[in-house]
């Protein structure tokens, strides 16, 4: 190394590593800018926000002219030589605004020599979701043409011809005068006329019958420079058929001038008389449905109505209003609802109906017993959509049953456990308490006096005693308790679970006092107090039989002593 020399270390390169987002975002603003249409986006007022290069050429703003933040009028002012091209795009866009919806065509838009270029244009209108406009995307490429006028002409109409001959969509052209100026092939497929017979006719040759109708309509759309959809119309064909039609009319524009009308008419005849039909049969279904006495529903997989009938209404008594939407965990309580889930799922997963039972809760707090039938509803492809079913109110039924129920089981003028009940819960307490090795007992009890109140006070005081003895014994006794009348004035208790014989002692002692308090019925005030055996097992017997006689021979042996107390059975008594 030589003086004045420096020592470096190394030259290292300094790599930039974009992330990918950035690289992507680089090719996608290459892409749009160098792409060969002109491609354009305007905010909701029309004022220019993005360009590419072949939009600024298109538009003669190459050079540096700026155009950011101007609408097509303002750069129209700015560039007088322009402003034909500008007023055309302009009045394009407000259609396109119009229409709400993608639209395409093609535009004659003058340059500043005053030639005319013919551009294919697709515009795409963006809303808001408080349905203001937000932006508009266009996208725009000129046509090239050879230069021999007629030659340009010649192609021009072969494009056009072929577009129209495209569609199934029959489709027309007339000037103010309602003449015909063009026709697509699947119009004159629909009118039974070839195009040489049609074009250059007036509309009262082609269509002599609803041509006022249509005239008037037409009148419309070309003073008001806006279209006209989906007007259904009934159209009488020179072969002397009459068909509906769905008919759009749009202005028919040459530059900045509307010169006619285009219409777009489908032929909806077939599908009218479908839509007819199904509407009837579903009138009909209607009908029926709002007939019949069951309830109908349909429910979507989540079980939310969507589809009932006034029957159903009447079942679940919400307010109409109310019902769409309703979920049955509305009119359900948990327990009801869970198992209203398992058999909807036993559907989905199966495919096959059910029928069940179950409690639902109305509007007004009340409840009620459904019995219903559901089915899947599936849609084209087999997939299940949602549910099915009839309903009917069955409450009235079960409640008979449940009164059955308790009749069979229950003394009709005390309301207590009957015999054939208490005997099927002694046996399910013996059984229990030979499994735990614990003891359980048996009090008969019987009225010391109540022969002589039915004589002297009659069976209808005789029948409030016997109410009210039922009330005290229960007031005695513990939930897991049972009092049941064995008929007369006897009555059994069953004690299902005790510790030693001392506790049965002390419920029946406490029984014994609580009869012998007074009794006021009828204006007489006077006492009934009651013998009670008592019988405990395992040590007095280890079945029902056995039990219940020993406790009927203690109850008898508790009479012999005088009345109005309670003896333990002991092992002499049987002899």
Same mark, same amino acid.
């Given at each position: 190394m030589t003086m004045g020399e420096t020592r470096h270390s190394p030259m290292r390169r300094i790599v930039v590593r974009r992330p990918k987002a950035s690289v992507e975002a680089e090719y996608f603003r290459a892409l749009f800018t160098d792409f060969p249409e002109a491609i354009m986006l305007k905010d909701g007022q029309g004022r220019w926000?993005?360009?590419?290069?072949?939009?600024?050429?298109?538009?003669?703003?190459?050079?540096?002219?700026?155009?950011?933040?101007?609408?097509?009028?303002?750069?129209?002012?700015?560039?007088?030589?322009?402003k034909p091209r500008f007023d055309v795009c302009a009045?394009?866009?407000?259609?396109?605004?119009?229409?709400?919806?993608?639209?395409?065509?093609?535009?004659?838009?003058?340059?500043?020599?005053?030639?005319?270029?013919?551009?294919?244009?697709?515009?795409?209108?963006?809303?808001?979701?408080?349905?203001?406009?937000?932006?508009?995307?266009?996208?725009?490429?000129?046509?090239?043409?050879?230069a021999a006028p007629r030659e340009r002409l010649r192609q021009r109409q072969e494009e056009l011809e072929t577009i129209l001959d495209s569609t199934s969509t029959a489709i027309w052209y007339k000037d103010k005068t309602h003449k015909f100026l063009q026709v697509?092939?699947?119009?004159?497929?629909?009118?039974?006329?070839?195009?040489?017979?049609?074009?250059?006719?007036?509309?009262?040759?082609?269509?002599?019958?609803?041509?006022?109708?249509?005239?008037?309509?037409?009148?419309?759309?070309?003073?008001?420079?806006?279209?006209?959809?989906?007007r259904i119309e009934k159209l009488a064909?020179?072969?002397?058929?009459?068909?509906?039609?769905?008919?759009?009319?749009?202005?028919?524009?040459?530059?900045?001038?509307?010169?006619?009308?285009?219409?777009?008419?489908?032929?909806?005849?077939?599908?009218?008389?479908?839509?007819?039909?199904?509407?009837?049969?579903?009138?009909?279904?209607?009908?029926?449905?709002?007939?019949?006495?069951?309830?109908?529903?349909?429910?979507d997989l989540r079980g939310n109505l969507q589809f009932y009938n006034r029957a159903l209404v009447d079942i679940l008594g919400y307010p109409e209003e109310e019902m769409l939407g309703l979920n049955n965990r509305a009119y359900t309580d948990p327990e009801n609802a869970q198992a209203l889930y398992q058999s909807f799922n036993q559907v989905y997963r199966t495919g096959t109906p059910f029928s069940a039972e179950w409690q639902i809760?109305?509007?007004?707090?009340?409840?009620?017993?459904?019995?219903?039938?559901?089915?899947?509803?599936?849609?084209?492809?087999?997939?299940?959509?949602g549910f099915r079913g009839t309903a009917r109110d069955i409450t009235q039924r079960k409640e008979i049953e449940v009164r059955l129920h308790f009749l069979a089981h229950?003394?009709? @003028?005390?309301? #207590?456990?009957?015999? =054939?009940?208490?005997? !099927?819960?002694?046996?399910? *307490?013996?059984?229990?308490?030979? %499994?735990?090795?614990?003891?359980?007992?048996?009090?008969?009890?019987d009225l010391d006096r109540f022969k002589n109140i039915n004589d002297t006070l009659g069976h209808v005081v005789g029948d409030q005693l016997l109410q009210g003895v039922a009330g005290r014994l229960q007031?005695?006794?513990?939930?897991?308790?049972?009092?049941?009348?064995?008929?007369?004035?006897?009555? @059994?208790?069953? #004690?299902?679970?005790? =510790?030693?014989?001392? !506790?049965?002692?002390?419920? *029946?002692?406490?029984?014994?006092? %609580?009869?012998?308090?007074?009794?006021?019925?009828?204006?007489?005030?006077?006492?009934?107090?009651?013998?009670?055996?008592?019988?405990?097992?395992?040590d007095d017997g280890e079945d029902q039989g056995t039990l219940l006689r020993r406790a009927d021979i203690a109850m008898y042996q508790a009479k012999e002593s005088g009345g109005n107390t309670c003896v333990l059975s002991q092992s002499g008594m049987n002899a």
């Open positions: 926000q993005v360009v590419n290069r072949a939009a600024v050429k298109l538009f003669g703003l190459d050079g540096g002219r700026p155009w950011r933040g101007y609408t097509d009028a303002q750069l129209g002012a700015l560039y007088p030589e322009l009045a394009s866009d407000e259609r396109t605004w119009y229409a709400q919806r993608e639209t395409q065509g093609y535009e004659r838009a003058p340059d500043a020599a005053g030639e005319v270029h013919v551009l294919a244009v697709r515009k795409i209108p963006y809303f808001r979701s408080d349905g203001t406009r937000d932006s508009l995307v266009v996208i725009a490429r000129e046509l090239r043409y050879p697509n092939r699947a119009a004159c497929a629909s009118i039974g006329r070839s195009k040489l017979d049609i074009v250059g006719r007036l509309d009262t040759e082609i269509f002599p019958d609803h041509v006022d109708l249509h005239r008037e309509t037409e009148h419309e759309v070309m003073a008001s420079e806006r279209p006209i959809w989906n064909l020179p072969t002397g058929r009459t068909i509906d039609v769905e008919v759009d009319r749009v202005p028919y524009w040459q530059g900045s001038n509307v010169v006619g009308v285009i219409v777009f008419a489908r032929d909806i005849t077939e599908r009218l008389r479908i839509e007819t039909a199904l509407r009837t049969s579903e009138e009909r279904y209607r009908t029926i449905l709002a007939e019949i006495s069951d309830g109908y529903f349909e429910v809760i109305r509007k007004d707090g009340t409840t009620r017993y459904m019995d219903a039938r559901v089915s899947l509803i599936q849609d084209e492809q087999g997939n299940p959509t229950h003394d009709v @003028l005390t309301g #207590l456990a009957n015999r =054939s009940l208490v005997m !099927e819960r002694l046996a399910s *307490a013996l059984e229990t308490a030979r %499994q735990h090795q614990r003891m359980a007992a048996v009090l008969f009890l007031a005695c006794l513990s939930a897991s308790d049972t009092v049941a009348r064995m008929g007369g004035d006897e009555f @059994l208790i069953l #004690l299902p679970s005790i =510790s030693a014989k001392d !506790e049965a002692s002390q419920a *029946a002692r406490t029984i014994v006092d %609580q009869l012998q308090e007074p009794w006021l019925l009828a204006g007489e005030e006077f006492r009934c107090p009651a013998s009670v055996g008592i019988a405990v097992f395992p």
